[in-house]
């Protein structure tokens, strides 16, 4: 018997796993408005991984034009400062991932075509969404938590773009609503603005994500 917090060696296979694929979308790769540094590097890993999951989810970053969290959205300010909203503190980003947009797509170089869902978040123009499951405001549900509940699914494997935002708030929200998290570290890229990375690893940690590596999931 693995401990519990181990991954399954047969994650893949198992009916009660899910990998979710995060944002693996041209605005969040080297070109793109929210470029993340090197983050076309895990994509081969990362069609790799998903071709062994049996149950797959894609996160689509998915805004509306002038979204809340645009730097553009706010006369004045620029990319990476930092504002208040009544839901709480929010970085400001360059335009990226408009709904309909080029940017917004899904990566050509993704191979994943066994997906069953595709989960649109950031959608609500006054709120921003890194999490998969729960907006900024962290009341607004995707539907991803009853979507998976519904499957019987008990345990979350995450990789994607960008560690330190969608795919660590994503993992402690899943860990929050009760599934065993595990962060497959080597198929995720961080964007890192002003120590996010080592904030995001210490939430994951006391939150209770484990971070793995794909060798862990012995494919
Ligand atoms: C993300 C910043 C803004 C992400 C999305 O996917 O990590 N980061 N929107
Ligand atoms: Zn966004």
């Known amino acids: 018997m693995p401990f519990p917090g181990a991954p399954l060696l047969n994650a ?6 899910v990998l979710v694929a995060v ?21 081969p ?3 790799r991984v998903a071709a062994h999951f049996r149950n797959l989810v894609l996160t689509q970053d998915w805004h509306p034009p002038r979204h809340v969290s645009f730097a553009s959205s706010h006369p004045g300010r620029h990319p990476l400062e930092r ?41 609500h123009p006054t709120i921003d969404s890194y999490s998969t499951f ?14 998976l509940r519904e499957r019987s699914i008990e345990r979350v494997y ?12 994503s993992a402690v929200d899943a860990v929050r609503a009760g599934f065993r998290t595990f962060v497959i570290a080597d198929a995720c890229r961080a ?8 904030r995001a690893h210490t939430d994951m940690a006391e939150a209770g994500v484990r971070i793995i590596g ?6």
């Open 158 to 169: 995450l990789l994607g773009l960008a560690t330190d935002f969608c795919v660590a708030w």
């Open 23 to 43: 944002d693996l979308q041209g605005d969040f790769l080297p070109g793109g408005s929210l470029g993340v540094p090197d983050g076309d590097a895990i994509l």
């Open 83 to 123: 504002i208040a909203l009544p839901y709480g503190p929010q970085i400001l980003w360059p335009d990226h991932c408009v709904q309909g947009t080029l940017g917004a797509r899904l990566s050509d170089a993704l191979d994943m075509p066994h997906a069953q869902m595709i989960v649109r978040k950031g959608v």
């Open 45 to 47: 890993l990362a069609n």
């Open 214 to 219: 794909s060798a862990d999931l012995g494919l």
């Open 191 to 198: 964007i890192d603005v002003d120590g996010s990375l080592a």
């Open 134 to 147: 729960y907006e900024a405001d962290r009341t607004t549900p995707t539907g991803l938590v009853g979507y």
């Open 12 to 17: 893949g296979e198992d009916p009660r796993s």
